[in-house]
């Protein structure tokens, strides 16, 4: 018996290319000859939108709307159950269906693959995907504790690579044997238990794989999500990472292929689809440096000898290596390499010490120099409030882009605040990066010290938005900064930021501006770089207090009020520093609801104003609200422990903060509290609704100096913050933070 078969990709994922892993699996089906329906669910339900909900929902910054079962609920399924009924009806007909699954796209791809064994249950189900190869028992997770669901639905989980298997899985089912026999897979026994088939060594010759397969797909729809209006297909020249970042879930075995064969696909691609522009999704495109080399100097020369490819487009990630000079990015440049992403993560060594990233700051500058030079275009991954970071880590980097603004049109801010993904290190070693109690989405986690935890996390991402909006460069993220500022004035008329040129065009075009790199040679005024003074006076709230601060006579409150005036004080004099005198009026409006507790709303406001004589005013208007709606009451760890105090003295902080709720002569919310000891830790945690109203004045002059920086240094445990922008001597006293080698 032929099955009848087809393969799925579900929302939310890029709209710019196809995916590729339905063009591998439907070329690994037609080696065999067999026929497959290929579901573009993704690009088909952003089809059924306007264009307004396309640019919201598939934007990568807009995919909590999908991995939160709270919002899909609520946003999701009221806008395509009936189109999705469409679709489950068609795929429902078939024998065989198999969903590529990602931890951004497996709560949609549960709605549909349930709906549709319901609809069918004589339809064999597979799931691949990164999701399957991290999450427990290859997404056949049992419903426990976790609330996580039985994925009764799933016939086979592939915790192996798809397209290896895919036919030997299709041959069971026309055969009418069991799964059990094909390695690399979880499936189900005759008792209805999860089983494992033992591992698949990865495939260590990817030229056996065959290309990918497009016969079956509207490119041409692809073209219109594209910011420069061409189809670009998909290509693979490499899988897995030769690095292990403590954040990543890339750990598989690195394997790449000949730099030849990379370059033989590029020309079937198209000869055969027409298609000249190509994404590499490689997680590094450089990660073997001598294939790297063969490609770029083979379709160099391609391109030198053939008209028709002058118009050829390469690009994808990579990242710093000595051999990534200017001599390889000139070829580079000429073999079509258009843009490279780097992740750079952070401009602060510490942090990169913690992230295990392998590379130095120094080395980033010099690949941002050479591709600059060569035309190609360089963007940032960057990441906001990464465990261990502090006040001074994060001032650093912030310089560390300022300083190199004119090398970078696009800096891709990490859509979400430091998050910990299952899997990685910084899940699997919570304890040594100072992690606890993981919220139910994967940014929501709090630290054990209180010192870097949501709300840190939060205005951090916001304010460097923010930073990277009013210095022009475009940036990747959900919280669109131009509607955050209500006022905004540098105090030089000659100022680039007061220029109307900019502010008149729409963001389409900025956002081409910024990405095209001739334009540096049109404005090379607006890519100069400014020198900062390092020797400005000290300025006394810099100073972040480490020490003292979350004891048990400390509420959540007071926390958060602190916590908020913390970074936007020194966001302010930051800005001041490296341009001046300046005026700025902001409000941050925080949705708690994507956590799962509706009502809970976080709106921070503040106003500065600094003169050339050094005075500034600086007001923050804080305000958390939680109303009588709300599912679930904000949860803050206070870092109490039996060791550092007593059940007495916690018993005397819940009696004074019971007491301020009865006194609270318009409470939000009863206040109660949860009092919860944990068998493993022995950590007391509160759990209780709160509400407060802050308005916080900061008056001074930032002229003012104190003649013993000792005294602040002992007093605040901190390093001076001028010191601390001089990175080489930041570097001077940095101790290893990061991991001792035992992942």
Same mark, same amino acid.
């Given at each position: 018996?032929?099955?009848?078969?087809?393969?799925?990709?579900?929302?939310?994922?890029?709209?710019?290319?196809?995916?590729?892993?339905?063009?591998?699996?439907?070329?690994?089906?037609?080696?065999?000859?067999?026929?497959?329906?290929?579901?573009?669910?993704?690009?088909?339900?952003?089809?059924?939108?306007?264009?307004?909900?396309?640019?919201?929902?598939?934007?990568?910054?807009?995919?909590?709307?999908?991995?939160?079962?709270?919002?899909?609920?609520?946003? $999701?399924?009221? *806008?395509?159950?009936?189109?999705?009924?469409?679709?489950?009806?068609?795929?429902?007909?078939?024998?065989?269906?198999? /969903?590529?699954?990602?931890?951004?796209?497996?709560?949609?791809?549960?709605?549909?693959?349930?709906?549709?064994?319901?609809?069918?249950?004589?339809?064999?189900?597979?799931?691949?995907? =990164?999701?399957?190869?991290?999450?427990?028992?290859?997404?056949?997770?049992?419903?426990?504790?976790?609330?996580?669901?039985?994925?009764?639905?799933?016939?086979?989980?592939?915790?192996?690579?798809?397209?290896?298997?895919?036919?030997?899985?299709?041959?069971?089912?026309?055969?009418?044997?069991?799964?059990? &026999?094909?390695?690399?897979?979880?499936?189900?026994?005759?008792?209805?238990?999860?089983?494992?088939?033992?591992?698949? &060594?990865?495939?260590?010759?990817?030229?056996?794989?065959?290309?990918?397969?497009?016969?079956?797909?509207?490119?041409?729809?692809?073209?219109?999500?594209?910011?420069?209006?061409?189809?670009?297909?998909?290509?693979?020249?490499?899988?897995?990472?030769?690095?292990?970042?403590?954040?990543?879930?890339?750990?598989?075995?690195?394997?790449?292929?000949?730099?030849?064969?990379?370059?033989?696909?590029?020309?079937?691609?198209?000869?055969?689809?027409?298609?000249?522009?190509?994404?590499?999704?490689?997680?590094?495109?450089?990660?073997?440096?001598?294939?790297?080399? $063969?490609?770029?100097?083979?379709?160099?020369?391609?391109?030198?000898?053939?008209?028709?490819?002058?118009?050829?487009?390469?690009?994808?990630? *990579?990242?710093?290596?000595?051999?990534?000079?200017?001599?390889?990015?000139?070829? =580079?440049?000429?073999?079509?390499?258009?843009?490279?992403?780097?992740?750079?993560?952070?401009?602060?060594?510490?942090?990169?010490?913690?992230?295990?990233?392998?590379?130095?700051?120094?080395?980033?500058?010099?690949?941002?120099?050479?591709?600059?030079?060569?035309?190609?275009?360089?963007? =940032?991954?960057?990441?906001?409030?990464?465990?261990?970071?502090?006040?001074?880590?994060?001032?650093?980097?912030?310089?560390?882009?300022?300083?190199?603004?004119?090398?970078?049109?696009?800096?891709?801010?990490?859509? /979400?605040?430091?998050?910990?993904?299952?899997?990685?290190?910084?899940?699997?070693?919570?304890?040594?990066?100072?992690?606890?109690?993981?919220?139910?989405?994967?940014?929501?986690?709090?630290?054990?010290?209180?010192?870097?935890?949501?709300?840190?996390?939060?205005?951090?991402?916001?304010?460097?938005?923010?930073?990277?909006?009013?210095?022009?460069?475009?940036?990747?993220?959900?919280?669109?900064?131009?509607?955050?500022?209500?006022?905004? &004035?540098?105090?030089?008329?000659?100022?680039? /930021?007061?220029?109307?040129?900019?502010?008149?065009?729409?963001?389409?075009?900025?956002?081409?501006?910024?990405?095209?790199?001739?334009?540096?040679?049109?404005?090379?005024?607006?890519?100069?770089?400014?020198?900062?003074?390092?020797?400005?006076?000290?300025?006394?709230?810099?100073?972040?207090?480490?020490?003292?601060?979350?004891?048990?006579?400390?509420?959540?409150?007071?926390?958060?009020?602190?916590?908020?005036?913390?970074?936007?004080?020194?966001?302010?004099?930051?800005?001041?520093?490296?341009?001046?005198?300046?005026?700025?009026?902001?409000?941050?409006?925080?949705?708690?609801?994507?956590?799962?507790?509706?009502?809970?709303?976080?709106?921070?406001?503040?106003?500065?104003?600094?003169?050339?004589?050094?005075?500034?005013?600086?007001?923050?208007?804080?305000?958390?609200?939680?109303?009588?709606?709300?599912?679930?009451?904000?949860?803050?760890?206070?870092?109490?422990?039996?060791?550092?105090?007593?059940?007495?003295?916690?018993?005397?902080?819940?009696?004074?903060?019971?007491?301020?709720?009865?006194?609270?002569?318009?409470?939000?919310?009863?206040?109660? $509290?949860?009092?919860?000891?944990?068998?493993?830790?022995?950590?007391?945690?509160?759990?209780?609704?709160?509400?407060?109203?802050?308005?916080?004045?900061?008056?001074?002059?930032?002229?003012?100096?104190?003649?013993?920086?000792?005294?602040?240094?002992?007093?605040?445990?901190?390093?001076?913050?001028?010191?601390?922008?001089?990175?080489?001597?930041?570097?001077?006293?940095?101790?290893?933070?990061?991991?001792?080698?035992?992942?």
């Amino acid at each position: 018996m032929k099955a009848k078969l087809g393969i799925v990709m579900c929302p939310a994922w890029s709209l710019e290319t196809p995916p590729l892993s339905l063009g591998l699996l439907a070329g690994a089906l037609k080696t065999k000859g067999r026929d497959v329906k290929q579901f573009h669910i993704n690009l088909l339900s952003a089809l059924h939108v306007d264009k307004d909900s396309q640019e919201e929902l598939w934007a990568p910054t807009g995919h909590f709307f999908w991995t939160n079962d709270h919002s899909f609920e609520d946003r $999701i399924i009221p *806008a395509y159950k009936d189109y999705w009924d469409t679709i489950i009806d068609e795929m429902a007909q078939l024998d065989i269906i198999s /969903f590529t699954t990602y931890f951004s796209n497996i709560v949609v791809t549960d709605y549909i693959a349930k709906r549709l064994y319901d609809k069918n249950p004589k339809i064999h189900i597979f799931y691949g995907g =990164a999701y399957c190869w991290n999450a427990p028992k290859g997404g056949l997770r049992q419903a426990l504790s976790t609330g996580e669901p039985n994925r009764y639905w799933i016939k086979v989980a592939c915790d192996t690579e798809g397209e290896l298997i895919i036919n030997d899985l299709v041959d069971c089912y026309e055969n009418g044997e069991t799964y059990v &026999k094909v390695s690399g897979i979880w499936t189900w026994n005759e008792y209805g238990e999860p089983i494992y088939t033992g591992m698949r &060594k990865p495939q260590k010759d990817l030229t056996v794989i065959p290309n990918a397969n497009w016969d079956g797909v509207d490119l041409d729809s692809y073209a219109q999500f594209h910011y420069e209006g061409h189809t670009h297909l998909p290509i693979q020249g490499s899988r897995g990472c030769t690095y292990k970042c403590t954040f990543c879930s890339e750990t598989r075995i690195y394997r790449f292929r000949k730099g030849s064969d990379i370059k033989d696909e590029v020309l079937e691609q198209i000869n055969k689809y027409g298609v000249t522009h190509f994404s590499f999704v490689d997680s590094l495109v450089n990660g073997s440096m001598p294939q790297f080399k $063969i490609f770029v100097n083979e379709m160099a020369k391609e391109v030198k000898k053939n008209p028709k490819l002058k118009d050829l487009s390469f690009g994808g990630y *990579a990242r710093t290596h000595k051999q990534m000079d200017n001599d390889l990015m000139k070829v =580079a440049a000429k073999a079509g390499f258009k843009w490279f992403s780097i992740g750079v993560e952070s401009g602060t060594p510490k942090i990169l010490e913690v992230i295990e990233k392998r590379q130095t700051v120094e080395g980033v500058e010099q690949l941002w120099e050479a591709c600059w030079k060569n035309g190609i275009r360089m963007d =940032a991954n960057w990441i906001s409030g990464y465990p261990k970071e502090n006040h001074v880590d994060w001032i650093i980097s912030l310089y560390f882009l300022y300083k190199n603004k004119h090398y970078m049109p696009v800096v891709a801010a990490n859509q /979400f605040p430091a998050g910990v993904t299952p899997g990685t290190p910084l899940d699997q070693y919570r304890d040594e990066f100072n992690i606890t109690q993981l919220g139910n989405i994967f940014y929501d986690w709090i630290s054990k010290d209180l010192k870097n935890t949501y709300i840190n996390r939060f205005l951090r991402l916001k304010l460097c938005h923010t930073f990277l909006h009013m210095y022009k460069i475009y940036y990747s993220g959900f919280w669109t900064v131009k509607d955050d500022i209500k006022h905004l &004035k540098f105090k030089n008329p000659k100022s680039i /930021f007061n220029q109307k040129l900019y502010k008149e065009w729409t963001p389409k075009t900025r956002g081409t501006f910024w990405q095209q790199m001739h334009n540096r040679r049109e404005y090379p005024d607006e890519f100069m770089i400014k020198n900062i003074d390092y020797n400005v006076p000290y300025l006394e709230f810099a100073n972040i207090p480490e020490t003292g601060e979350y004891d048990v006579t400390v509420s959540i409150e007071d926390t958060l009020k602190i916590q908020a005036r913390n970074e936007i004080r020194v966001w302010c004099w930051l800005m001041h520093q490296l341009n001046g005198p300046y005026e700025i009026e902001m409000e941050f409006d925080e949705d708690y609801s994507e956590r799962n507790i509706d009502g809970a709303r976080m709106v921070t406001k503040f106003k500065w104003e600094s003169n050339d004589d050094g005075s500034y005013r600086l007001s923050i208007d804080n305000k958390l609200t939680l109303e009588k709606s709300a599912k679930e009451t904000i949860h803050l760890q206070l870092p109490l422990r039996y060791e550092h105090s007593t059940k007495e003295q916690w018993d005397v902080r819940r009696k004074q903060i019971m007491r301020r709720f009865k006194e609270d002569k318009n409470p939000v919310h009863p206040g109660h $509290i949860h009092l919860q000891q944990t068998k493993e830790e022995k950590t007391l945690i509160s759990l209780y609704d709160i509400s407060f109203h802050d308005v916080f004045h900061d008056i001074g002059n930032l002229n003012d100096k104190y003649d013993d920086e000792e005294h602040l240094q002992k007093k605040y445990g901190v390093p001076n913050y001028l010191d601390a922008l001089d990175v080489e001597k930041y570097k001077i006293n940095l101790k290893r933070t990061s991991m001792t080698g035992k992942h």
